[in-house]
């Protein structure tokens, strides 16, 4: 634990730290061990007698981090699928640069009607939660005009397999595959596709938005990440920058989507 490494590096002990602040001389072990969660004031009184004032800010992004980072999504999805695209909105207007990066399914923003109606079906059948589609589907839409409005930039990167997953039948993914042709045309949108084939510099087996350079959402099969730390928002960042030099742009991109029109046109992933 970061704590108990900051006192081991000030020769402290744990009863020293206690009673230069002032605590009963139990609590830095509750705090060490995690039977105590402490107060920011506590962390700054830890940094002050241990000498390291200069890791207090990473210390208390991850206090602040510690209930809201782990958002299980039985809670988030209770009440149904609207409630989590209308909490995006609020931070997609708020954001001045996205990253995006997915490696199986388009992302949000990009996704046409059909295609939504798809992945929300599917959330809403796998994990049993209210059925409210039609709601659903209208508020990721909704989202969408974010695209088109403001100075904000928009990164995506995707694996090539996103191309590949087929959600629904070809002609969903037909609509899908067009609709990527036509965002890369927008003056404020960059989408990048990683080759299957490319060289592996970065573990990236999780989809991933990171906000500026102030917020990370994650998402694991069973809760979203909210991820404040600025030394983790850093090293997402630089995964992202590695994903980003890994993919084609351009022409190169455009190749690869029309290959798999193609490929759905002439019936070969029957």
Not at 29 to 50: F, N
Not at 200 to 229: C, H
Request: charged share 25%; proline share 3%; net charge positive.
């Amino acid at each position: 634990m970061r704590l108990r490494e900051l006192r081991r590096d000030a020769g402290l002990t744990g009863r020293r730290l206690a009673a230069l602040a002032g605590w009963h001389e139990s609590k830095t072990s509750r705090i060490e061990y995690g039977k105590q969660t402490p107060t920011e004031a506590d962390l700054r009184a830890w940094c002050e007698h241990t000498g390291s004032l200069d890791q207090l800010t990473d210390l208390v992004a991850s206090l602040r981090n510690i209930q809201a980072a782990y958002m299980e999504w039985q809670r988030i999805l209770g009440t149904g699928t609207k409630r989590r695209q209308k909490m995006s909105v609020k931070l997609e207007a708020e954001t001045a640069a996205m990253r995006w990066y997915e490696p199986s399914l388009v992302p949000g923003l990009l996704q046409t009607p059909a295609y939504i109606r798809q992945v929300l079906a599917l959330v809403i059948r796998f994990r049993s939660i209210p059925d409210d589609l039609e709601e659903g589907m209208a508020a990721r839409i909704e989202r969408q005009q974010v695209l088109y409005h403001g100075t904000r930039r928009f990164s995506f990167v995707v694996a090539e397999q996103v191309l590949q997953t087929t959600l629904g039948d070809d002609s969903v993914m037909l609509g899908q595959l067009d609709r990527m042709l036509s965002v890369m045309a927008l003056p404020r949108v960059t989408l990048g596709i990683v080759p299957r084939r490319s060289a592996i510099e970065a573990l990236a087996p999780n989809g991933f938005v990171i906000y500026d350079n102030r917020l990370v959402q994650a998402e694991t099969v069973t809760a979203e990440l909210n991820i404040s730390q600025p030394r983790e928002i850093a090293l997402y960042g630089k995964l992202f920058a590695v994903l980003s030099d890994r993919a084609v742009y351009g022409e190169a991109a455009r190749r690869l989507i029309q290959d798999e029109v193609e490929k759905r046109r002439q019936g070969r992933y029957l």
